[in-house]
Every structure is written in C-alpha cells, then in structure tokens.
C-alpha cells in the first residue's frame, strides 16, 4: 500500500524543538519530492519545507533559519527538524508526495498529518 505516516508531534514550550519524522511506503521514495505542508486551526494549508530527490532543499520565509527538512532515502523517512518554535506554529503537519523528483509538480500523495502544539 502507497502511504505516508507522519509522527513525533506534541506539546512544546515557545522556544523549544521537535523532530517529525514520515515514513513512506509502497513506493520508491529516493525517486520523488517531498514536502512538510501545514494547517494551523482555522487557517488555509501552508508549505513549510520541500526537498527533490537530489536533497535540494527550500524553506518558506517563515521557517528559514529555524526548520530544516532532510530525508534519508536508505530508510525511506523523511524529517523536519524544528527549533525555536512560536505558539503561530501550532498546526497539524503533513508530509506530502510530489508527483515527481521536482518539487516543481503537483502533490499527490498526503499523510495523516501529526499535531504540534506550542504552548507555555
């Protein structure tokens, strides 16, 4: 079965990290882009970070200099590495597939998504 399983949210204080994690299967990961893509409570959906098959990477403005997304293409997982959390980054988090090795194309593939809260 074609999936996407994100996990390693939870409740943090401002200021602090979390690692998510998503573990693809069903499909060869090293050949397709992938991307962390958000959805805080009553917002529209938002891209945090992509990476192509090559591990070219890109953040959104917002998550420069505090995320980090990496894969390791031998596991099939990918990850976003998040520091320096703000209570705005309160969200469920998805890990999606693009359509190709281009994070250029479409997405066509969505988790289940794991919830981060930031809260003191």
């Known amino acids: 079965e074609v999936q996407l399983q994100a996990s390693g949210g939870g409740v943090v204080q401002p200021g602090g990290s979390l690692r998510l994690s998503c573990a693809a299967s069903?499909?060869?990961?090293?050949?397709?882009?992938m991307s962390w893509v958000r959805k805080a409570p009553g917002q529209e959906f938002e891209l945090v970070s992509q990476i192509d098959s090559g591990g070219t990477t890109k953040n959104q403005p917002f998550a420069e200099g505090r995320s980090t997304i990496s894969r390791d293409n031998a596991k099939n997982m990918l990850y976003l590495q998040m520091n320096n959390l703000r209570f705005e980054d309160t969200a469920v988090y998805y890990c999606t597939r693009y359509s190709t090795s281009s994070y250029y194309s479409l997405r066509d593939l969505w988790g289940q998504g794991t919830l981060v809260t930031v809260s003191s």
């Open positions: 069903g499909f060869i990961f090293s050949d397709f882009a």
